[in-house]
């Protein structure tokens, strides 16, 4: 009898695969039209029409490492699936801050989520933002689902100095992209740059454009040349070139990943065109005979 209800009511959308009150297909579909006029409204705050999708929202929670203490801290929440993905990864929700600029937003979220922190302001500005709660313990984690290209490199580089300030350093700065590359730049000629290690998951295919997720962590403290020790000096400029090679080749690496899955894509949908086409005039075929016969047969009674 129970399995009978479970699946009857998932079929309805009341429950999720854990058994577990999940959404109705009117409240999702609600969700789509508030994000969507929020990025007509506002594009720069929004950064795409839809939100993440269920794959890239596992994705980004998956980086999470729960054992670590302390807050997790998620930038843009927008609607609520990454949200909902890290609670099902088994972040609890005590620990979940979520910084949210547009109000309406934030009132959904506080509806779809109890006990989860929502604070309404600007998550380029992280410490500013939350005041005490910056400061009360290190964040285990901060998952950003911003667009971050949609905002100068200087700004990009502000945020994830700040993330690293106020993270803990066993802990992932988590941002995913649909671009080729790194969103914050390997390598910059800004004064504020910062050195990190970056890692790229594998394209997340069944997100809607495909996504990757990319997590940054500090690389340690950038330690000044000492002009009085001319081999360290050499050693030291020695480390920069090969990072700046490895950072070129990574990047070039990325470049030519996404070229070859756009040919594969395009080369995929000419073949199924053609076999549609080619199916077509199969079945098309029989029916151009028959009525040859049948126009034959008019003209010889005639």
Partial sequence: MRSHLNSKSRRKGLED???RPGRSLPAMIADE???FKAWVENPTTTGAVSPSGKALARAMARHVDISV???VIELGPGTGPVTQAL???GVAPDRL???EFDPAFCKMLERKFSGVKVVQGDAYHIEDTLGALATAE???AIVSSLPLLNRPEADRLSLLREAFELMDPRGNFIQFTYGMVSPVPRRSSSANAVAFHASASAPVWMNLPPARVWCYRPAGEVVALDEARPHKVFIDRLKAGTHRVRDEILDQRDRIETEIRLVRDRM????ELRAARLRKDLEMKPAMALWKKINQGKRKGL
């Fill in 33 to 35: 039209a508030r994000f």
């Fill in 268 to 271: 995929r949908i000419d073949f």
């Fill in 97 to 99: 801050i979520l910084i």
């Fill in 87 to 89: 609670l099902d990864h």
């Fill in 69 to 71: 203490p302390g807050p």
């Fill in 138 to 140: 290190p964040a285990s």
């Fill in 17 to 19: 695969a854990h058994g």
